[in-house]
Every structure is written in C-alpha cells, then in structure tokens.
C-alpha cells in the first residue's frame, strides 16, 4: 500500500466514526470568552483552573524577563541551558510542596516518560489506573517494565495485582484528580499499599496542584497527607496557567533524575523567562485564594443546580465535570449544539476516553462569573432533555 493510500484509509475510517479531530484556532488570549471569526464563544474547556493563562502581571514578568533572559535557553540543562531562573523555580517549588528538591522539566509529558523510564526497566513492573494520563501510559510502555493496569480506583484489584507479582520493582502510578473524569484518587489506600507491597508511588496531580486544598498543594492536601508521596510530578500547564512540569522529591530522587531522565537530558531547556513566569504564578497561585474559592463556589453552583434540571453529572468536586453522552455521535451533536448557542465545550471521544463513554468535558475557571454557568446550564437543560437528543440523533 503506498504512503498516500494508507493516509487516505486511516483519515476516512476516523470520519466514518465521527472520531475525526481538527485543531481549532481562537485569536487573544486565553480565557473564558475566546474569539473565533469575530464572534466570542464562552469556553467552558480550558485547564486554566485559577484564571492566570493571561494575567496582566504575568504578562508584565515575561516581558520584563524575555529582555533580560532572551527567547530561547540556547540548550539543555547539562549543557549551558540551565539558567538560575530554573534553580530559583526549583527551590520555590521544593518549598512550595515541602519536598527536599524539584526538578523542572519542559513539559508533563516529558516529565512523566523522563521519571518512568528511568526508574523502570524489563525486570520491573508497573501498577497504572486504566483511566491513567496518555503520558504514564506512554512512560510505561518506553520503560519496557511489565504494565498492569488496574480498573479506574479499584483498590482491591491493585492489592491484588501487588500480592501476585514478582518482579524486582514495582511502581505504582496514578493520577491525582482524573483527567477526563475529575474524581480523585484514594491516596491513603495507595499509600498504605504501596507500603504493604513494598512498592513505590509516584503521584501524577497535574489537575489537582492549585486547585485542592488551602494553599493549592493539590490532591496530597486534600487527604491531609501532605508530603506522603515519594515521586510527585506536577504541571505549569493547568492551573499555574504557563508551560513546563516538574517533579519534586527527595534530594537522592532528584539527584538521580538528573542523571537518568532522558526527556530531561536531551532536550532544550524551558526558555527561562517562562521559569520566572512559573514563579510568579506559583506565588499567585498560592497567595490568591479567593481564585480556589470562587472556582469551588462554581463548582457546587453548578452540581446543585444540574441536579434540580436533571443534567446527570459524574462524581466530581474538582473543575472537570463530565457528561457522559455515550456515542462520538452523539458528543458531537450536543457539542456543536452549544456551539451554535455560543458555548464552547469540546466533545470527548475516544480514545482519549472508552468507547461508549464519549462526553462533554466541562471544565470551570476562577474567571469565570455565576451568570456565565447560568447560561451553560439552561443550553445543557435544553439540549439533554429527551426531545432534543431523541429529534437530533434520528
Ligand atoms: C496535561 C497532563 C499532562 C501533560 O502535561 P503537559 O504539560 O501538557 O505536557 C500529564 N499528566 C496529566 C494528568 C495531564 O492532565
């Protein structure tokens, strides 16, 4: 088959199942209303928990550092691309979690293989949530470690796993707060089996870190287990509102990441002027909770009035809530449905998520306004009632 024949089969089979996917331009900034061909769309679909994406004094420090720091880091860490703007993020992070040390990469993706992989090799085994981020898949799979996968929170299920296993280590991972579903991991039971099995945890809370708990430590904050993960990575990219990832740990952790994590090693360092971006956001993130509280205002809002109109929603105290719609289709009809309401919620379809379990994925931001959840609630009443979905679908 040639090259050309092959592309063509692969793109016609994903529009055939309504799993195609375009990428979808907006001009401005970042926030809840996005411009898109001269008209504003209220966008319920950003992982910009806190509102800080575009933040006029963020924006004010990467102008200010770009003239000082430059554009580009010039080269990887090891190299001359470690700037003191990356030590000075490391230590405010190592402070921020309470860790020994933390060490900055460039994106989560690249932090979740670098840790992975060099932690992981063939005589290993790793412990994974089915509903686990693509990167601690991918992590998983490039360690070459023997990958048991675990139903989405099911404890008994990874006890057991644990019992069976032989191999020399094993690593238990999972999300913090679920990606696609935003219900949160049982920390204490992993935990507790982590050290029962004589296994070790590494904690991905890249949708919980600024979000949960007084302070934003994340999904460890929320159990009152502050400080009780050993491998714990994080992101800038949600709700610290910049670009980069991190992971923090003890200094022996950290130390050893430095000379193993390839997605570390061998690629050009964050720009570090972005570093003292995610500086400044962190201090914003910490010292601002009024952005925490008006998000969980939201939240709750918006769970107690869904259940009065009958929208079902799935378990969830964080800002991702879903609505499962079962078919691509029929996330697709409902999506676009509210497009041309002005509302924008991207459709979630696999396999990013199962199959049968496509879903609106509506996430909150602390700028958003209580009229504005008002707006998306009556659409979603209107557009989940029976005769909408039934006349739609036909
Ligand atoms: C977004 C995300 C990542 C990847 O982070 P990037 O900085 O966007 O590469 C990793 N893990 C989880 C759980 C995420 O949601």
């Not at 375009?22 to 209220?42: E, I, N, S």
């Not at 004010?60 to 550092?65: E, P, S, W």
């Not at 949530?129 to 008994?156: C, E, I, P, T, W």
């Not at 130390?255 to 997605?263: E, G, L, N, T």
Request: net charge neutral.
């Amino acid at each position: 088959m040639s090259l050309h024949d092959f592309l063509n089969a692969q793109l016609a089979q994903r529009h055939r199942d309504q799993l195609y996917r375009q990428p979808w331009p907006h001009h401005g900034k970042q926030q809840p209303l996005l411009r898109h061909h001269g008209r504003d769309y209220l966008s319920f679909c950003s992982n910009d928990y806190l509102g800080l994406a575009s933040d006029s004094r963020l924006i004010d420090t990467l102008q200010h550092a770009s003239k000082d720091y430059g554009i580009g880091s010039g080269a990887s860490h090891l190299v001359s691309g470690h700037h003191q703007a990356h030590q000075e993020l490391e230590s405010a992070l190592a402070k921020f979690l309470g860790r020994e040390r933390a060490l900055v990469f460039s994106t989560g993706y690249m932090a979740n293989i670098g840790v992975m992989t060099a932690l992981m090799g063939r005589e290993d085994a790793i412990f994974a949530d089915k509903f686990n981020h693509a990167s601690l898949v991918d992590g998983s799979l490039l360690s070459r470690a023997q990958s048991q996968r675990y139903a989405h929170l099911d404890m008994a299920a990874l006890a057991n796993l644990l019992a069976r296993s032989e191999k020399k280590h094993r690593l238990i991972i999972s999300d913090g707060v679920f990606s696609m579903d935003g219900d949160i991991a049982p920390l204490p039971e992993l935990l507790h089996l982590a050290q029962q099995y004589d296994a070790w945890l590494m904690l991905d809370d890249a949708h919980g870190l600024g979000v949960l708990g007084e302070t934003g430590r994340g999904t460890e904050a929320y159990f009152n287990a502050l400080n009780s993960v050993p491998i714990l990575v994080g992101t800038f990219s949600k709700a610290f509102g910049g670009m980069g990832a991190f992971v923090a740990g003890s200094a022996l952790l950290i130390d050893y990441m430095i000379q193993a994590a390839r997605s570390y090693i061998y690629t050009t360092a964050l720009p570090p002027a972005l570093a003292e971006v995610n500086r400044h956001a962190l201090h914003l993130a910490q010292t601002e909770s009024w952005r925490r509280e008006h998000l969980h205002f939201l939240i709750d809002y918006f769970r107690q009035q869904a259940k009065i109109l009958n929208i079902p929603l799935m378990p969830s105290i964080t800002p991702i809530q879903g609505i499962i719609l079962g078919s691509a289709e029929r996330a697709l009809t409902v999506s676009q449905a509210l497009w041309q309401r002005g509302l924008f919620v991207t459709a979630i379809r696999p396999p990013t998520v199962p199959l049968h379990r496509a879903r609106l994925r509506i996430t909150f931001s602390a700028l958003h306004q209580k009229e504005q959840v008002d707006q998306l609630l009556s659409a979603l009443a209107e557009l989940l009632s029976p005769c909408f979905i039934s006349t739609d679908t036909a």
